[in-house]
């Protein structure tokens, strides 16, 4: 069992920056691929990043490449979303979900992911 809790959203201008992070507990963390997510009204979750068990790949969705990374910290059992250039497309609920598998290939659907998080909300202003 994977217990997330995200923290970090807030509201930021555009052009700003945000970093979320997402605590995670249990012993198996380390051994998990972990998923970033949003979803705004109206609209489907969808894959924002992902990030291999052990940090080495990395994935992105294309409308936050270049302006969103994604890191982890097995020893302290988080992983981050470090996003930067924010625009008003942006906003929305932001959740970390964790993937069993190795993540390799980083998993891009949401029915992949066993565990969720609450979620924070990302609101930018124009």
């Known amino acids: 069992q994977v217990r997330l809790v995200e923290s970090g959203g807030g509201l930021v201008q555009a052009g700003g920056s945000l970093r979320l992070s997402c605590a995670a507990s249990g012993r198996t963390f380390s051994t998990y691929a972990m998923g970033w997510f949003r979803q705004a009204p109206g609209k489907e979750r969808e894959f924002v990043a992902g990030i291999q068990w052990s940090g080495r790949s990395t994935g992105y969705a294309d409308s936050v490449k270049g302006r969103f990374t994604v890191s982890r910290d097995n020893a302290k059992n988080t992983v981050y979303l470090q996003m930067n250039t924010l625009k008003p497309e942006d906003t929305a609920v932001y959740y970390c979900?964790?993937?069993?598998?190795?993540?390799?290939?980083?998993?891009?659907?949401?029915?992949?992911?066993?565990?969720w998080g609450q979620g924070t909300q990302v609101t930018v202003s124009s």
């Open positions: 979900a964790a993937d069993p598998g190795s993540g390799n290939p980083i998993a891009t659907m949401a029915h992949e992911y066993y565990y």
